[in-house]
């Protein structure tokens, strides 16, 4: 017999049919800004262009004037013209000290633009230098202010089980927070067109493979398409649920020093390997970090 809460006249399934998927509202407000710029550069070209054919007009017509002219002074018809010979200017003398004044002032905007050029490349580089890249992320998709606030202790937690994968010395876990919900995705303004876009972008990246989900986000992902299956990967785990691993009854919030625990029913997981915007190769080699922080997390809970 059919479930009743499985029935489409079920209020809850009603929602989800209605509720408009995130992704689709974040690739139709990107394309309406890929939109707007191409109509954007297509007027800039196109006064661009205008101004390159007056140009031209007008250096044709000098030109046909001073044939003309060049024509006439030959012929005799005029015995001079402001437009081929030009009286010569009387030579100037100046010091070294005045040429050298001239030359700054004469290249002014040259200088400026050089010294901006150069100061942007000097942060580039110290940046680049100086830049600690992360070993591992994970993606907070919860509407959770708390965890928010305690995001740093909790990467600090996971930072003791990461080893040095990309071999600078230093191990560094980073977090990154979307607050996912009916409120943030759908009303709040500028604000859930944000949270719409980075919520696709963090999809076609590798940037995060290792996920905590809050129950609040479920109806924005298609989790059976996402995410492992963490119950064939961890048989013998009793939090594994699917591709869950739920955290109520853990001791993760305790483990990792967490004032409170995650919202009821969130759980961890891992996205499934597939071809986006980076890589296979690029995938695999995140995930396979993601999955050796959660090998070393879930004995702790």
């Known amino acids: 017999m059919q479930n009743e809460s499985n029935r489409p006249s079920d209020p809850s399934e009603k929602h989800k049919t209605e509720n408009v998927s995130a992704f ?3 690739w139709e407000i990107e394309a309406k800004a890929r939109r707007a710029e191409e109509l ?11 101004a390159a054919y007056q140009a031209r007009e007008e250096y044709a017509k000098e030109l046909a004037e001073e044939k003309v002219d060049l024509i006439r002074l030959k012929q005799g018809v005029i015995t001079e013209s402001d437009k081929v010979f030009r009286e010569a200017e009387t030579e100037k003398h100046y010091t070294v000290w005045q040429k050298i004044g001239n030359w700054f002032y004469h290249s002014k905007w040259w200088l400026g633009i050089a010294t901006f050029i150069a100061a942007v490349a000097g942060f580039l580089i110290y940046d680049y230098v100086t830049r600690v890249d992360p070993d591992v ?3 907070l998709l919860t509407e959770d202010p708390e965890l928010y606030s305690e995001s740093d202790q909790l990467c600090a937690w996971m930072q003791t089980m990461v080893p040095d994968y990309n071999g600078d010395e230093k191990t560094l876990v980073q977090s990154v927070y979307i607050p996912v919900s009916e409120q943030s995705m759908e009303h709040s303004g500028n604000y859930s067109a944000a949270y719409n876009s980075q919520l696709l972008v963090q999809f076609q990246t590798a940037t995060c493979m290792l996920v905590l989900v809050a129950p609040e986000a479920e109806s924005y992902l298609q989790p059976e398409e996402m995410f492992t299956d963490l119950e064939k990967l961890y048989p013998d785990c009793p939090y594994a649920d699917g591709y869950k691993l739920m955290l109520d009854g853990t001791k993760f919030a305790e483990a990792a020093g967490l004032s409170e625990p995650p919202h009821k029913g969130s759980y961890l997981t891992l996205r499934l390997v ?3 915007m980076n ?4 995938n695999q ?17």
Do not use: F
């Open 40 to 50: 954007k550069e297509r007027e800039r070209q196109a006064k661009e262009a205008e």
């Open 24 to 26: 689709r509202n974040a």
């Open 279 to 282: 890589s296979l190769e690029e």
């Open 285 to 301: 080699e995140a995930y396979n970090r993601a999955k050796a922080l959660l090998d070393a997390i879930i004995p702790q809970l």
């Open 137 to 139: 992320r994970i993606l």
């Open 274 to 276: 597939a071809e986006n």
